[in-house]
C-alpha cells in the first residue's frame, strides 16, 4: 500500500504598498510558524528563483533606459511563472505553508491601479499563468500612503518604485483596500501605521484564526 499524499498546504500572501513594514512582521510569522511547529516557505515576489531574482534586479534598479509599463508587466509574470513552478507549487504539494511577500494583488495595485494598464490584460495574465491557484489567505499590511513613504524615504537609497510621485501610491493603496472589500474572506487588514507593539499581537491573531479554521 502506498503512503498516503500529505494535506496540501496553505498558500499566504503579505501585501501592502511601500514602507508597512512587511520585512519586520514577515520574521514575526517566521517566528509564529517556528513556535507552532509548521513546516514552512518563505519567499518573495519577484523573485524566489535564481530566474526570478534577476527579473527583480531588472525591474528595482533605476537604469537610462526606462522600462515600459507592458514590458514591467510581463517581466512580473515571467517571474512568477518561473516562481510558481519552481518553489511554490511544490512546497504546496509536500504540506507546507508557503509565506510569500507580495504576490498577484500586488500586480493589480501597481501595474493595474499605478500604472493604469488593463486589468483585463492583467486577468487573462493571471488565469493563464496560475490556473485555479489563488492564495489561502492574504494579509494586507495597511497604511497611509504617506505615512509608508515616510519610512522608505528613511532607508539608504530608493528603487526605482519607491521614487514614484505620491499620487502612484494612493492609487496602490486604493485598490489594494478595494480588492480587500471585494474578498473579505480572503484578505485581512493590518493596520501598520499604529507602533508595532500593537501590529504583532494582530498578526499573530489573525495566523491563529487561519490555523484555527484549517484543523
Known amino acids: 500500500m502506498s503512503e498516503s499524499q500529505p494535506q496540501r498546504g496553505l498558500f499566504v500572501t503579505i501585501e501592502g504598498g511601500e514602507g508597512v513594514g512587511k ?75 508557503v509565506i510569500c511577500d507580495r504576490f498577484t494583488d500586488a500586480t493589480y495595485a501597481y501595474q493595474g491601479a499605478g500604472r493604469g494598464l488593463s486589468v483585463d490584460f492583467i486577468r487573462e495574465l493571471e488565469q493563464s499563468i496560475q490556473g485555479d491557484l489563488r492564495p489561502d489567505c492574504t494579509l494586507l499590511l495597511d497604511a ?49 501605521a499604529r507602533p508595532l507593539a500593537q501590529v504583532t499581537p494582530d498578526v499573530c491573531a489573525a495566523l491563529d484564526r487561519l490555523k484555527q479554521a484549517t484543523c
Open 144 to 192: 497611509p500612503a504617506a505615512v509608508g513613504m515616510s519610512r522608505a524615504g528613511e532607508r539608504a537609497e530608493l528603487d526605482r518604485f519607491e521614487r514614484e510621485q505620491m499620487a502612484f501610491f494612493e492609487r496602490v493603496r486604493d485598490c489594494y483596500l478595494a480588492r480587500a472589500a471585494a474578498e473579505p474572506q480572503r484578505f485581512q487588514i493590518i493596520d501598520t
Open 23 to 97: 520585512s519586520t512582521n514577515i520574521a514575526t510569522i517566521e517566528a509564529w510558524l517556528i513556535e507552532q511547529g509548521i513546516a514552512h516557505c518563505l519567499t518573495r515576489e519577484p523573485g524566489g528563483t535564481a530566474l526570478g531574482e534577476k527579473i527583480r534586479g531588472l525591474l528595482l534598479t533605476v537604469e537610462q533606459e526606462p522600462v515600459t509599463e507592458h514590458a514591467e508587466l510581463l517581466l512580473v509574470f515571467a517571474a512568477r511563472a518561473q516562481h510558481l513552478r519552481q518553489v511554490v507549487e511544490p512546497a504546496l504539494a509536500r504540506g507546507e505553508w
